[in-house]
């Protein structure tokens, strides 16, 4: 069975749809690329699937611990909370804190300590800051940023804020991953280094990532299957060696010959 499927999903905006009768299966523990031109509904559809946007019409629906849970119209923390994290196309950091705090704000809000223990400051409430605080510190080694922990996220190079974007959103522990245009303004070598680090950490945790990003190079290099969308439709969807031979993935994105 799917981790998350999608039935019909469909967003209108007036008379626009945006995201139109779009059918998707995610299963758990792959990497999946969404892609398509400027304005296809990519990022459309990955606020539809976290809660950004309210669905027009169809079904999203979460499968796990044996229980089906539907997410549409759910808030986007409580989507969250299910294990549905994402990354953005403009980074959205909490630019005056430091890396260090970036990370730890988002594991607090799945690691909760009561009232009292918190106020009180009780020998549990030191043990868990000291669990995050290793945790934290775990996940900035695998992206190369223990040595930023202290240094304030509106100091850090571009690359580097995109790093600690995804790292933010692992430490929420979630059970899907979804990648905004991730490599987005970075120079080769970033990029390469980026496909290696999104093949390591999805073996490493054992999660799902879908990911939107228009370096077809890296696309194909790293996802295990490929949804392509063209004006909030599904044209097509395979392996990546099935999406580069597909003549209407060709026409509509890939380019042919003049």
């Known amino acids: ?107 607090n809000a799945k690691h909760k300590e009561n009232f009292v223990t918190s106020v009180l400051r009780l020998p549990k409430f030191y043990k868990m800051e000291e669990q995050l605080q290793n945790k934290a510190m775990e996940l900035l080694s695998l992206f190369n940023l223990v040595d930023k922990k202290d240094t304030l996220t509106k100091n850090l190079p571009y690359g580097q804020q995109r790093r600690l974007e995804i790292v933010r959103a692992l430490a929420t522990e979630p059970q899907i991953l979804f990648l905004d245009e991730p490599a987005a303004g970075m120079n080769p070598n970033e990029t390469a280094d980026l496909t290696s680090l999104i093949r390591e950490v999805q073996e490493k945790f054992e999660i799902t990532i879908v990911l939107i990003e228009h370096d077809m190079s890296l696309v194909m290099d790293v996802c295990e299957r490929i949804y392509v969308l063209e004006y909030g439709r599904v044209i097509a969807k395979g392996t990546p060696a099935e999406i580069k031979t597909n003549q209407s993935v060709i026409d509509a994105y890939l380019g042919g010959e003049a």
């Open 1 to 107: 069975m799917p981790l998350l499927t999608v039935n019909n999903l469909t967003k209108n905006f007036g008379g626009l749809a945006a995201v139109s009768q779009v059918d998707i299966d995610l299963e758990k523990n792959e990497l999946v690329g969404l892609i398509g031109p400027n304005g296809a509904g990519k990022t459309t559809l990955f606020n539809l699937l976290t809660g950004v946007y309210v669905p027009s019409s169809g079904e999203i629906t979460l499968t796990g611990n044996g229980k089906s849970t539907r997410l549409n119209g759910m808030k986007s923390y409580k989507i969250a909370d299910l294990g549905l994290s994402r990354t953005f196309q403009n980074i959205r950091l909490f630019k005056d804190l430091s890396v260090m705090e970036n990370v730890l704000i988002a594991m």
